[in-house]
Protein backbone atom coordinates (compact mmCIF):
# COMPACT_ATOMS: atom_id res chain seq x y z
CA UNK A 1 0.00 0.00 0.00
CA UNK A 2 1.04 3.52 -0.48
CA UNK A 3 -0.06 6.92 0.40
CA UNK A 4 0.22 9.16 -2.93
CA UNK A 5 1.66 12.67 -3.01
CA UNK A 6 -0.75 13.44 -6.06
CA UNK A 7 1.91 16.51 -7.40
CA UNK A 8 1.97 16.65 -11.34
CA UNK A 9 4.20 13.50 -11.20
CA UNK A 10 2.53 11.48 -8.47
CA UNK A 11 4.92 11.05 -6.62
CA UNK A 12 4.86 8.00 -4.07
CA UNK A 13 6.14 7.98 -0.63
CA UNK A 14 7.01 4.43 0.79
CA UNK A 15 6.66 3.80 4.43
CA UNK A 16 7.35 1.01 6.57
CA UNK A 17 4.18 1.14 8.55
CA UNK A 18 1.28 3.49 7.22
CA UNK A 19 -2.12 3.69 9.16
CA UNK A 20 -3.74 5.39 5.81
CA UNK A 21 -5.03 8.85 6.27
CA UNK A 22 -7.47 11.04 7.86
CA UNK A 23 -9.83 9.63 5.63
CA UNK A 24 -8.35 6.53 3.65
CA UNK A 25 -7.59 3.38 6.04
CA UNK A 26 -7.05 0.42 3.72
CA UNK A 27 -7.49 -0.52 0.00
CA UNK A 28 -7.62 -3.31 -1.91
CA UNK A 29 -8.20 -4.80 -5.65
CA UNK A 30 -9.51 -8.41 -5.86
CA UNK A 31 -10.71 -10.35 -8.46
CA UNK A 32 -9.10 -11.61 -12.06
CA UNK A 33 -6.28 -9.78 -12.83
CA UNK A 34 -6.04 -10.25 -15.97
CA UNK A 35 -6.96 -7.85 -19.25
CA UNK A 36 -11.41 -7.75 -19.09
CA UNK A 37 -11.79 -9.55 -15.89
CA UNK A 38 -13.47 -8.34 -13.51
CA UNK A 39 -11.75 -6.36 -9.87
CA UNK A 40 -13.13 -4.81 -7.38
CA UNK A 41 -11.96 -2.11 -5.62
CA UNK A 42 -12.43 -1.54 -1.59
CA UNK A 43 -11.30 0.91 0.49
CA UNK A 44 -11.83 1.86 4.02
CA UNK A 45 -13.12 5.70 4.85
CA UNK A 46 -13.52 7.89 7.41
CA UNK A 47 -16.24 10.91 7.70
CA UNK A 48 -14.76 13.20 10.29
CA UNK A 49 -15.60 16.44 8.12
CA UNK A 50 -19.22 18.53 8.78
CA UNK A 51 -19.36 18.40 5.44
CA UNK A 52 -20.21 16.24 2.43
CA UNK A 53 -16.92 14.49 1.24
CA UNK A 54 -16.14 13.87 -2.53
CA UNK A 55 -14.44 10.48 -2.78
CA UNK A 56 -13.56 9.58 -5.86
CA UNK A 57 -11.24 6.64 -7.45
CA UNK A 58 -9.08 6.31 -10.66
CA UNK A 59 -6.32 4.32 -12.05
CA UNK A 60 -3.41 4.38 -14.60
CA UNK A 61 -0.34 2.54 -16.41
CA UNK A 62 2.24 5.00 -15.04
CA UNK A 63 4.74 3.13 -16.68
CA UNK A 64 3.26 4.65 -20.28
CA UNK A 65 2.71 8.37 -19.30
CA UNK A 66 4.18 10.78 -21.53
CA UNK A 67 6.23 13.73 -20.50
CA UNK A 68 2.89 15.89 -21.01
CA UNK A 69 1.08 14.00 -19.22
CA UNK A 70 2.97 13.64 -16.47
CA UNK A 71 2.22 17.37 -15.98
CA UNK A 72 -1.43 16.41 -15.72
CA UNK A 73 -3.21 16.33 -12.43
CA UNK A 74 -3.39 12.55 -11.42
CA UNK A 75 -7.43 12.73 -11.34
CA UNK A 76 -7.15 14.39 -15.00
CA UNK A 77 -5.46 11.88 -16.84
CA UNK A 78 -6.47 8.72 -14.99
CA UNK A 79 -9.38 6.62 -15.70
CA UNK A 80 -12.16 6.94 -12.94
CA UNK A 81 -13.20 3.51 -11.14
CA UNK A 82 -15.78 4.88 -9.40
CA UNK A 83 -16.73 7.70 -6.37
CA UNK A 84 -19.09 8.73 -3.68
CA UNK A 85 -20.37 11.65 -1.61
CA UNK A 86 -20.19 10.70 1.94
CA UNK A 87 -22.52 12.52 4.10
CA UNK A 88 -21.45 15.64 6.31
CA UNK A 89 -20.27 13.80 10.07
CA UNK A 90 -21.25 17.03 12.04
CA UNK A 91 -20.20 15.15 15.31
CA UNK A 92 -16.63 14.75 14.69
CA UNK A 93 -13.98 16.86 14.05
CA UNK A 94 -10.93 15.38 10.97
CA UNK A 95 -8.69 14.80 13.65
CA UNK A 96 -10.43 12.88 15.40
CA UNK A 97 -9.35 8.95 15.36
CA UNK A 98 -12.16 6.48 15.01
CA UNK A 99 -12.30 2.85 15.82
CA UNK A 100 -12.82 0.32 12.82
CA UNK A 101 -16.57 -0.05 14.04
CA UNK A 102 -17.10 3.43 12.45
CA UNK A 103 -15.32 2.82 9.25
CA UNK A 104 -17.05 2.96 6.04
CA UNK A 105 -16.28 0.21 2.86
CA UNK A 106 -16.44 1.37 -0.34
CA UNK A 107 -16.62 -0.95 -3.54
CA UNK A 108 -16.35 -0.24 -6.79
CA UNK A 109 -15.97 -3.22 -9.72
CA UNK A 110 -13.94 -2.40 -12.97
CA UNK A 111 -11.98 -3.95 -15.80
CA UNK A 112 -8.73 -3.15 -17.42
CA UNK A 113 -8.39 -3.66 -21.45
CA UNK A 114 -4.81 -3.80 -21.77
CA UNK A 115 -2.04 -5.60 -19.81
CA UNK A 116 0.30 -3.95 -17.80
CA UNK A 117 1.77 -2.13 -14.22
CA UNK A 118 -1.13 -0.13 -12.66
CA UNK A 119 -1.61 2.12 -10.04
CA UNK A 120 -4.69 2.82 -8.50
CA UNK A 121 -5.90 5.80 -5.97
CA UNK A 122 -8.62 7.26 -3.82
CA UNK A 123 -9.00 10.84 -3.54
CA UNK A 124 -10.58 13.18 -2.07
CA UNK A 125 -11.45 16.22 -4.40
CA UNK A 126 -11.01 18.78 -1.58
CA UNK A 127 -7.32 17.72 -0.95
CA UNK A 128 -6.86 15.31 -3.99
CA UNK A 129 -2.90 15.01 -2.57
CA UNK A 130 -4.03 13.06 0.90
CA UNK A 131 -4.86 10.12 -1.24
CA UNK A 132 -4.49 6.64 -0.94
CA UNK A 133 -3.17 3.82 -3.80
CA UNK A 134 -2.00 0.56 -4.47
CA UNK A 135 0.21 -0.96 -7.38
CA UNK A 136 -1.17 -4.50 -9.15
CA UNK A 137 -0.49 -5.99 -12.77
CA UNK A 138 -2.95 -6.87 -15.13
CA UNK A 139 -1.95 -9.76 -17.61
CA UNK A 140 -2.91 -11.41 -21.07
CA UNK A 141 -5.84 -13.77 -20.27
CA UNK A 142 -3.40 -16.21 -22.51
Known amino acids: ?57 YYEDATKLTDDQKKVAFQERAAKIGGTTLPPAPEHK ?8 QHQTLSFDFSIPKSGQYFAACITTAAPENGYGKVFRIRDAS
Open 1 to 57: MFLIALSPTCGVSFREHFNGTETFKNINITGDQVVGGKLTLTVDVTQTYPVPLDVAC
Open 94 to 101: PQDKLDES
